[in-house]
């Protein structure tokens, strides 16, 4: 029995490959497949079923593809209507591989199709649980995902409690529990940062899991505190329900070197976003004007969905070298295809053109302190609510970069804002996109409010977070 989780830390998420006796399961798996079909090759096996345990919001998932190039069975849970063929397990169904057994457990809440994968192993013998959204590790799914005229959040949660308790809390202490995602993901409000666990441990440390809970108090601490979802969740839902373009001609579309010219011409024509992926650093000291900041380095991809309203937005890249490939694929695991191609030579050859660049002031904390105090500074703390209510700068201004495109009236462009995030990243983001829309008096707070804390500027007092 071959078991291995493949986790991205981009997406916060955990593919599974399963392997007995020279047949596979695949659960969950990501956009590009060819790793997943280079395993079961590897291993002289071949992949027989492909099994989602929901339609995902976060990610667009690989299981079209790997069908098509396969011929594997795609499995849903009861009730999951696709535009291509699957087949809808039913409750308590088992299917084989090899000489293991999996089990699929009808487990909505946090949607209706979710459906909980166990284990079995040659022996009988319950092994692990592929929880998907269901449990995670520290907490549960959001059940405010699947909405519809007739059915609430509330009726949501109290299915998951349904869910929890007759499905997963029934099994034995010692089953691997191996979820969908960890820390880092908005499928939850408190993921740990742990990828694999077990059911006794769960029951101890999970607060969704308490013995002693009532429903009514189940459904009142799930939805409690959870911020709105993502603007790019419902519409990768859709994709994993309706079928997307194939990965390779995505990749063949959007991984094209382009030489200034071209690239400016394309940009002019096409109305296309220029996103550069660099490091901060990089960007800090030149960019192309109005071009965006996301960079590779950091939780690029759902910075991506939550900031680009348009799925289908053309997209030309500024990339470091060798990483346009890269770029284009973590664009696709959330459903932007619409990569026209790459800057070839990056900046030095735009540069080289005679063409226009822009550059972002930053500062450091000690500097920042010092103007504070020598003057009245415009503070803006981009960093997300919790964050924000943990600890700040007594004078700051706040809004949660998820949320800047809603936030543009709350400030000015007469007006020069020092801009700081937790390390550094989220206020380069939040400053380019101030400046592509007209914001120019923008300072940014290099190593964000940790550095900051370093300094005597006055604070609030520290609340931990888990109080809030």
Known sequence: MIIEQIYTNCLAQGAYYIESQGEVAIIDPLRETQPYIDKANKNKAKI??????????????????????????????????????????????????????IKALHTP??????????????????HAIFSGDTLFLGD????????????????????????????IMTLADDVIVYPAHGAGSACGKNLSKETVGTI??????????????????????????????????????????????NFETVLETGDIPLSPEDFEAMANSEDALVLDVRPQSDYIKGHIPNSIFIGLNGG??????????????????????????????????????????????????WISAGKEIDTLESISAETFANRVENGN???????????????????AQHFALDYINENMNA??????????????????????????????????????????????????????????
Not at 140 to 152: C, E, F, H, Q
Not at 442 to 464: E, S, W, Y
Request: hydrophobic letters at 35%.
């Open 48 to 101: 027989k079923y492909i099994f989602e345990t929901h339609f995902h919001a976060d990610f667009v998932s690989g299981h079209v593809d790997l069908a098509k190039k396969t011929g594997a069975t795609i499995v849903y849970g009861p009730g999951a209507e696709t535009s291509y063929d699957i087949y809808s397990a039913s409750d308590n169904e088992e299917f084989k591989i090899g000489n293991l057994t």
């Open 109 to 126: 809440g946090h949607t209706l199709e979710s459906t909980t994968y166990l284990l079995i192993d040659e022996n009988g013998k319950d």
């Open 140 to 167: 549960v799914g959001r059940p405010d995902l699947a909405i519809k005229s007739d059915l609430t959040k509330e009726d949501l949660a109290k299915m998951l409690f349904e869910s929890l308790r007759t499905k």
């Open 200 to 245: 006794g441990d769960q029951k101890k440390t999970n607060y969704a899991l308490r013995a002693d809970m009532s429903k009514d108090e189940f459904v009142k601490e799930v939805l409690d505190g959870i911020a709105p979802p993502p603007q790019y969740f419902a519409k990768n839902a859709m994709l994993n329900k309706m079928g997307y373009d």
């Open 300 to 349: 690029f991809a759902p910075w991506v969905g939550a900031l680009i309203t348009d799925i289908k937005q053309p997209i030309l890249l500024v990339v470091p070298e060798g990483k346009s490939k890269e770029a284009v694929t973590r664009l696709s695991r959330v459903g932007y295809d619409n990569t026209l191609g790459y800057l070839k030579g990056g900046i030095d050859a």
């Open 377 to 395: 500074v415009n503070i803006l703390d981009v960093r997300k609510d919790g964050e924000y209510a943990s600890m700040h700068l007594e004078d």
């Open 411 to 468: 400030i000015s462009k007469d007006k020069t804002y020092h801009i700081h995030c937790a390390g550094g990243y989220r206020s380069v983001i939040a400053a380019s996109i101030l400046k592509a829309r007209g914001f120019h008096n923008l300072v940014d707070i290099a190593g964000g409010f940790g550095a900051i804390k370093k300094t005597d500027l006055p604070m609030t007092d520290f609340v931990c977070p888990t109080t809030l």
